[in-house]
């Protein structure tokens, strides 16, 4: 979760998560001036051409926004003027320049003056007619223009003005820069640097199934009756039932990848470098060209271009041919002479240009693919030229060589962020370089495992080793020097870097000026696991002893504090809910600690204060911490806690520390308002309790901080999230926190106090009361002077509290264990039970109420957390498709994976098992396969290089092949020399020399994966063969392939595989492409455009369209700001805004968006993600919208081929996807198809929501309708009366349900009636019989869509300002109705149903 931020007062118990829009909620983001600060801006990392294609254009449609200022119920917004920081606006006017290219006719561009110069040159590099160029200058007038000058800063620089292109000569640099770019445009088409992972390249296949763009081009020329013939019959294997997995489907053959050969070879030649005469006349270095018609050729790169000499393969000779056919750009001297290049290039970059920029432009984290074709490995001079240069993290633009990764991650930390442009641009710099850290740390780790990097201590065994490469630090996950040997050896070294990453990914979203964590990236590579570091500066030169000025080296024995680190650490603390606490040290002598002791502080010779070692920053989790004579809460030990753990590093998740936390405050005003009762029943003398007034010395960002936070579904009196929007706010400079005395409350015009605010009492950034909304207040008693009472609590030193009320708090605090008496706060200490830590005994006391604490935090996940998750995936608000998607529901709920077997037990215990099927199995297959990681990691540990890919398939055979003895193949003897000497052998990591993996096998995999199952996750598999398994638990081993594919970076070629032959093995050693690292690493937040996106949602779900539309289009300009144009949040932001255009009926404006959305979410997440599949099926109800039918099928199809690959038949979505399927063959009058689907539907939905669910009468609903169009009118009268009972005995008689219902069965019976009679006349009389004609109806496509959008949930709205209240009104009483447990959710009905959730790690 974004941690929440915590100067927020409790006292105001009612205050709202904030609307950005209304309050001036974050400094300088007035929302006049966010609506017109669209910096448009690309990213400035090379693509910057597609970005400003991106986000150009939206950028200029709602500075209106805020000017308008009715907000549905006509409030003034009243934050608006109370801001005192300055506005910066930022004018961002584009206008059109001409450009005059050599040979080429002069061509408009629209710039903006925020561009650089830079910029305009990317843009004609990617042009079609001006692609080639890449060493020119722009000029204006005569005067070159500087590169990295703004636009507007250039004099004379105005609308229509003329820039010329003007050749410049060539430098080697320039040459080597042409010829890279003359290469990355002939490779432009090709996949492979996607499928080998380089270069943030990934893979995208929805234009397979569009035929390219989804724009006008695509859209049908007939409309209305006439459909063309379009082939509905899907695949076999999509049909409904079949039990085939295939495969190859999942990459279907792209006709544009064959790629057209422009040139056979393009290398460097021999002859370079050139020799010093030849330097002289000008020569930069020599190509070696092969054409496609078989012609050799040696060209010179010269400072005038390039030219044809006279050298061969064997001899040199450069001086010029003749022609010489000298030309400034490769490619218009290979146009001259060969035909075929000229054809096939023209060709190409048409290709090209057509392809929609997000198939082009790189991810920011590389995305690795699981399968792969076959694919030639051709000649290629740039790539065999970068694989062996030094080129290694220093890209082509920085002068100077290697990065300094540290300097330029703390500096960017740094940037000044006191308004919205200055934090955009301090989050863009730090996300930046943040990828292209994780980039190279990925690139190193990858170096230090296969051997090619010397280490720094090479004298030590392998284990021990330490590296230094491109600045970076890299160690590996063993215990040496027995560093963990207390607390799990190796198991310990290995969880320690995951723990410590943790606490780097908390301290970097806290954010505190002048605390410094190192930039850390977590790398799993053949086996091994590497922690990658940068480098504190001056740490290498000095001892590790003298560095430490705070926290421990020595797990507590000796430990040292520092003023100013306490005083930085302070900052984090309420934040991260870390207990300020004091510990012994050797000497007896008490320090004061802000922190876990590892936790170690050293001052870097830049000055800079760094925190490091943050693997405990969050408590230990008891339910994996035996500790003698501790007993651990009833609730825990039922489900047989304290379990032993392979290590004693076990923590509890941030996710839950926050959800305890929140729940202990619903406990705490519950306590209060009960006592409060009581003492008014004694007393029924009203005191006068003074409200307060926010003050403007309260930091005003903590308003926009505290967006809707999920609370945990199963405390009992679930906070609502329903915004009471007062109608007029009393005073123009309250902020939205002192919101909370409602006009309405008896007494609004109490005086205030306008004391400084005491932010003790802030629970934890949470200030929502567990009620609002005035209808509640008159049903529970007691809750408004519950409300008071938080008010009252606010006196500086409690001086305004009576004793009585100041009893009540005392009460209440110790009752849920808060660390202060007089408001509500509870922290952590993490050093509780670590070994070797003492206490001091005057804190005895205090270390016994956080022991308390934890037991009651660990009881809290068993008793609290695993229940919520299990209600949330039986009311399908969670929905795990796959093991990542299952791994995020645990983890945002604060559940450890350790917990899988706990939870699947509780699963099985759960009266609703039947429908949790899905659930168990995914979590079932998530189980063994990670259990099958953790030994997969060891075996590949003992295996050498050259023996990789055998190992790998003999793994997979044994792991997934029904083959009983499957046999590894040992590589061949004359390449392994007898003649080394071992001891040399073993000093590479990956380097093991023993073929002890070779005798594996399957029963013995099996036996080792069930005895992991018992050790780590306490769960009994009772099977000794894979096929056992996928027997009882209803796997599929495609299924299987995927996860333990994903989970350990194997590639393996895409092909039909036969698991189930008992006569052979499935893999051989040629089906193991690749083996990728899989990269864990921090994700920095774009903070700002995420609060837009989530008020955006919050004010969708209020039912303001328009204003959310608006707050979402700002958010994602912002986010492009950040991000660049890929990246998983503006995927989310995009599918909503589709959802919102579609719903707002700007079909063609949906369907773009949502085509956006598609490729973003292939290229980022993966092309079979669950994500990806949903973003498919968004996409084919707005081309059925569009009237593209056989896209809009094609696209269903394509979902359910990916999720039955991913999860199988059985699963709730499905029935969702199956019933789009059926709803649209029905729409094409494919009936008996379309039956096959929607029966299957309701089967599905039958079981999964139980046969008296709403879901399941709606599937009846559409079964009969398509039954009516066949004419069988019994089948469909059957179908409808079960359809009705539900309606009749869930909504009542009278509700509209129940009697659309009964008019449809009333019509079903009329046209049965008819049909008898028709029957009978011809029974009676025979061929003559007059016959009256029957109406059978294709259904319309209005009524198919309409049924479309019933089943994804989305309702349309006429949307004028009276049913908007309405609807408003609506809503919220139905969060309340709901929040009390009065009514059951419905789908069907549930206004707006926008599921989107922007994915969090």
Known sequence: MVSKTDDIPASVPN????????????????????????????CGCGHSADTAMVNGDGAHGHTEEAESKQDGNGEADGGEESNEQEVIVIQDTGFTVKIQAPGT?????????????????????????????????????????????????????????????????????????????????????????????????????????????????????????????????????????????????????????????????????????????????????????????????SVTASTRGFYLNQSTTYTFNPKPANPSFLSHSLVELLSQISPAFKKNFTALQKKRVQRHPFERIATPFQVYSWTAPQVDHAMDCVRAEDAYTSRLGYEEHIPGQTRDWNEELQTTRELPRKNLPERLLRERAIFKVHSDFAAAATRGAMAVIDGNVMAINPGEETRMQMFIWNNI?????????????????????????????????????????????????????????????????????????????????????????????????EKTSRPLKVQRHSVLNEKNDKVELCSSVECKGIIGNDGRHYILDLLRTFPPDLNFLPVDGEELPPESQRQGFPRQHRHRLACLRQELIEAFVEHRYLLFMKMAALQLMQQKANKDTKTDTPAITETSDTPSESNADTTQTQTAASDPPSVTEVSTDSTNQTDNNTSAASEAVKEGEENSSKPATNGPLDLTTTQNGEC???????????????????????????????????????????????????????????????????????????SADDVQ???????????????????????????????????????????????????????????????????????YRIGISELITRCAKHIFKTYLQGVELSALSAAVSHFLNCFLSSFPDAVAHLPPDELVSRRKSRKRRNRVPGGGDNTAWASLTPNELWKNIASEAQSYYHFTVQCDSVDQVVEKYGLQKITLLREISVKTGIQILIKEYNFDSRHKPAFTEED????????????????DAFHFFQSGQAKVQQGFLKEGCELINEALNLFNNVYGAMHV??????????????????????????????????????????????????????????????????????????????????????????????LVLHGVMEYDLSLRFLENALTINTKYHGPRSLKVALSHHLVARVYESKAEFRSALQHEKEGYTIYKNQMGEA???????????????????????????????????????????????????????????????????????????????????????KIEETTEDSPLELEDKIPID
């Open 1129 to 1222: 949040e503006i995927c989310a932001c995009l599918r909503l805004l589709a959802r919102l255009n579609y719903i707002m009926g700007d079909h063609p404006e949906a369907l773009s968006n949502q085509q956006k959305a598609v490729l973003m979410s292939e290229r980022v997440l993966g092309i079979e993600h669950p994500n990806t599949i949903q973003e498919y099926m968004h996409l084919a109800l707005y081309c059925f919208a569009n009237g593209q039918l056989s896209t809009a099928l094609k696209l269903l199809y394509r979902a359910r081929y990916l999720m039955l690959m991913v999860t199988g038949e059985d699963h709730p979505e499905m029935a969702l996807l199956d019933s789009n399927i059926g």
């Open 849 to 919: 109420k956080q022991k308390q604490l934890l037991k009651d935090a660990a009881a809290f996940l068993v008793s609290c957390q695993v229940p919520s998750l299990v209600k949330d995936c039986l009311d399908h608000s969670a929905l795990p498709m796959d093991g990542a998607t299952l791994t995020e529901a645990l983890r945002q709920r604060g559940i450890n994976i350790r917990y899988l077997g706990s939870v699947l037990e509780f699963v099985d215990k759960t009266p609703a098992k039947a429908q949790l099927e899905h659930f």
């Open 1295 to 1381: 509700h509209e349900k129940t009697k659309e219902s009964s008019e449809y069965l009333k019509y079903l019976t009329q046209q049965a009636v008819a049909l008898q009679r028709t029957m009978n006349e011809i029974y009676k009389n025979g061929s003559n019989a007059s016959i009256m004609p029957l109406k059978f109806t294709a259904p319309s496509m209005a009524s198919v869509l309409e049924q479309l959008n019933i089943i994804n949930g989305i309702i349309f709205i006429p949307l004028s300002q009276k049913d908007l209240e309405n609807l408003k009104a609506e809503v919220q009483r139905r969060q309340q109705l709901q929040e009390l447990g």
């Open 768 to 842: 929502k009361s567990p009620l609002e909304g005035k209808e509640l207040e008159e049903s529970i008693p007691g809750l408004a002077q519950a409300k008071e009472l938080a008010e009252t609590l606010v006196g500086e030193d409690g001086s305004c509290i009576d004793p009585k009320s100041r009893e009540v708090v005392l009460n209440a605090c110790k009752a849920v264990g808060s660390i202060s008496n007089t408001s509500f706060d509870i922290r952590f200490n993490p050093d509780i039970f670590s070994p070797g830590v003492r206490f001091p005994d005057d």
């Open 1072 to 1087: 193991i492409l690749n083996i990728f690292p899989v990269v864990k690493h921090v994700n920095p937040k774009a903070s």
């Open 105 to 297: 006719e002069p061509f408009d561009l629209q710039v903006s003056p925020q561009e650089m110069v830079q910029e305009i040159h990317q843009v004609l590099m990617d042009r079609e007619d001006t692609c080639h160029r890449t060493c020119f200058s722009l000029q204006l007038d005569g005067n070159v223009l500087d590169n990295f000058a703004e636009l507007k800063s250039i004099e004379g620089l105005q609308e229509g003005s003329l820039l010329k292109v003007v050749e410049e000569p060539y430098t080697v640099r320039e040459a080597r820069i042409h010829v890279r770019h003359i290469r990355d445009l002939l490779k432009s088409l090709d996949p492979s640097d996607a499928y080998n992972g380089v270069d943030c390249n990934s893979l995208s296949f929805l234009s397979i199934f569009t035929d390219g763009d989804l724009g006008d081009s695509g859209k049908r020329k007939k409309k209305g009756n006439e459909l063309e013939q379009i082939d509905c019959t899907p695949p076999e294997h999509i049909l409904p039932g079949s039990k085939d997995r295939p495969l190859v489907p999942l990459q279907p053959q792209n006709k544009d990848w064959k790629p057209m050969q422009c040139l056979k070879v393009l290398t460097m030649s021999g002859w370079n470098p050139p020799p010093g005469n030849r330097k002289m006349h000008g020569d930069l270095m020599y190509l070696y060209i092969v054409t496609v018609e078989e012609r050799h050729v």
């Open 15 to 42: 205050c709202n998560p904030v609307d950005l829009a209304d309050e001036a909620g974050d400094g300088a983001q007035d929302s006049k001036e966010t609506s017109k600060t669209s910096l448009k801006d690309s």
């Open 473 to 569: 630090f890299f160690s590996l996950g063993f215990d040496v020097r027995d560093h963990y040997r207390e607390l799990g050896g190796d198991a310990a070294a290995h969880a320690a870097p995951t723990n410590d990453l943790n606490g780097v990914r908390a301290y970097g979203a806290v954010d505190v000026e002048g605390l410094y964590t190192l930039g850390t990236v977590v790398v799993d590579y053949r086996g091994y696991r590497v922690t990658a570091q940068s480098i504190i500066p001056g740490i290498l030169e000095r001892e590790q002893e003298q560095s430490v000025i705070y926290g421990s080296i020595d797990f507590g024995k000796t430990v040292v504090s520092h003023s100013k680190y306490l005083e930085l650490l």
